[in-house]
């Protein structure tokens, strides 16, 4: 076989990348091939950041072309191995991101213990603060933000930018808001598997006209399974936030968060964990504090992990309130304000 570029090119086709079960050349993985007299040198472009195949298929290119032209080395570099902030726009998905700072994302193991609820009123801090922020309702089966906005019948517009399609956020109070539910109906979407809820995901934060952000929260679906990972390494996240409530069932899974983001593989800094229900308040008694899920359950967790622990927030019925109604509790007391601006600043210590 004589040493050329189609030749290697040939071989190279020969290689299928397990995740997308399509050849490494077919999937433009392969730049720079570079032939000298008894060296081979090429590129690896892995198909996305922290590709888990990307080592496995390397050493399968170095094996195949070194069997068939035995007298030359093999060099492979491999490119973008984690993109940072400022080469984002490397691909037209993240066209939309190339003038965010940071991203990070609100999860929670379990379910119903507040992360829209947190998403939405830490958006607003900050938003208020002067930070250009936007929030991506990223629960695709329980999308809550447009209601917790008050904006659940908008209907963002397209717009056109530098020949690139993107949507156009929707704005509330101050923040720039993307939900699945602005397109599509709840019983639809509870159908899609991980992978059509993912490329739609993949749509919303990525095909979204943000402009330039301070900050873009993305307030995952409950769990820690297949959407997670994939969003937090398609997203470059720059750090997660936990939230949990005090009670042995949420702590457990909070835990599995911490260790699912905590790996090697998947290594987003954890910026700390929230408290959410720490206590309940009545409002005719607002001294009186009922641990009725139990007490300092999330700060102890956080001092176990080493993470740092962000707030702890009461149960008041007045953030359910303001959530139904579509007023972030930040906007309708004081109270609350201070709430989430103790959270903010605890946040934005650990983003800087
Ligand atoms: N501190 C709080 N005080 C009172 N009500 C709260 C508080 N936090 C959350 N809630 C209420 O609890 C319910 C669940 O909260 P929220 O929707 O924010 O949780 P979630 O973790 O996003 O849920 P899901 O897993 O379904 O997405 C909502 O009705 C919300 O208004
Ligand atoms: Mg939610």
Redesign the pocket.
């Known amino acids: 076989m004589n040493l050329n570029k189609e030749n290697i090119l040939a071989l190279l086709e020969e290689i299928i990348h397990p995740e997308f079960e399509k050849n490494i050349v077919e999937l433009g993985m392969i730049e720079n091939i570079d032939i000298s007299d008894n060296e081979i040198s090429f590129s690896i472009l892995p198909k996305r950041q922290q590709d888990p195949f990307a080592a496995s298929i390397k050493k399968k290119c170095e094996q195949l072309l070194s069997e068939k032209f035995s007298s030359v080395t093999v060099k492979i570099t491999e490119r973008g191995k984690r993109q940072n902030t400022a080469n984002r726009e490397q691909t037209q998905t993240n066209y939309a991101l190339k003038d965010v700072k940071h991203i990070v994302a609100i999860m929670?193991g379990k379910?119903?213990?507040?992360?829209?609820?947190?998403s939405s009123n830490l958006a607003v801090t900050l938003a208020n603060r002067g930070f250009k922020t936007g929030l991506t309702d990223a629960?695709i089966y329980?999308p809550?933000i447009p209601q917790m906005f008050g904006v659940q019948n908008s209907q963002p517009m397209m717009v056109k930018v530098d020949d690139i399609e993107l949507i156009e956020p929707v704005e509330s109070y101050g923040v720039k808001l993307m939900s699945i539910s602005f397109f599509i109906n709840h019983a639809e979407a509870l159908i899609w598997r991980a992978p059509m809820a993912t490329s739609a995901l993949r749509q919303l934060a990525g095909g979204t006209y943000w402009g330039e952000l301070d900050f873009l929260l993305i307030?995952f679906?409950?769990g820690t399974g297949d959407i997670h990972i994939t969003m937090t390494q398609e997203l470059n996240l720059d750090g997660i936030i936990i939230?949990t409530t005090p009670q042995p069932v949420a702590l457990a899974d909070a835990i599995r968060g911490i260790n699912m983001f905590g790996h090697e593989k998947i290594n987003v800094p954890i910026l700390g964990l929230v408290e959410?229900?720490a206590w309940f308040t009545p409002d005719e008694l607002p001294e009186n504090r009922y641990y009725i899920f139990g007490m300092n359950g999330g700060k102890k967790l956080a001092a176990e992990k080493q993470i740092p622990f962000l707030a702890e927030?009461?149960?008041?019925?007045s953030?359910?309130q303001s959530?139904?109604d579509g007023i972030p509790a930040v906007c309708t007391s004081d109270i609350q304000a201070k709430v989430f601006d103790e959270l903010a600043d605890n946040f934005l210590k650990q983003i800087k």
């Open positions: 929670s379910g119903g213990v507040g992360k829209s609820t947190i629960d329980g809550s307030d679906p409950p939230v959410n229900m927030i009461p149960i008041v019925q953030i359910r959530g139904d």
